[in-house]
């Protein structure tokens, strides 16, 4: 079982940046996924990107691409979303969820919301 907290969400200008962070608790595996989505109001989640907990890969979408940078720190299990140049359609509710393995995202968290404003 694995317990997901995030933090780090806020007002911000367009063009601001933002460091959101998840801590994890419960064990992880360098073979798990550290994802991150957001939702929008009337919108479907979207995902983000991801870190690989072992080897540190990483995948993004093209949305942000370039402007968002996933990182982890596994002493803490702890994974950080790094977001420079916002865009008033990054609003949203930003979570974090693992996928061990190769299998979906089983465990999400509560979420943390940004608004980027102009």
């Known amino acids: 079982q694995v317990q997901l907290v995030e933090s780090g969400g806020g007002l911000v200008q367009a063009g601001g940046s933002l460091r959101l962070s998840c801590v994890a608790s419960?064990?992880?595996?360098?073979?798990?996924?550290m994802g991150w989505f957001r939702q929008a109001p009337g919108k479907e989640r979207e995902f983000v990107g991801y870190?690989?907990?072992?080897?540190?890969?990483?995948y993004y979408a093209d949305s942000v691409k370039g402007r968002f940078t996933i990182s982890g720190d596994n002493a803490k299990n702890t994974v950080f979303l790094q977001m420079n140049s916002l865009k008033i359609e990054d609003t949203a509710l930003y979570s974090c969820?693992?996928?061990?393995?190769?299998?979906?995202?089983?465990?999400w968290g509560q979420g943390t919301q940004v608004t980027v404003s102009s």
């Open positions: 969820a693992v996928a061990p393995g190769t299998g979906q995202y089983a465990y």
């Open positions: 419960g064990r992880i595996f360098s073979n798990y996924y």
């Open positions: 870190i690989r907990w072992g080897g540190g890969s990483t």
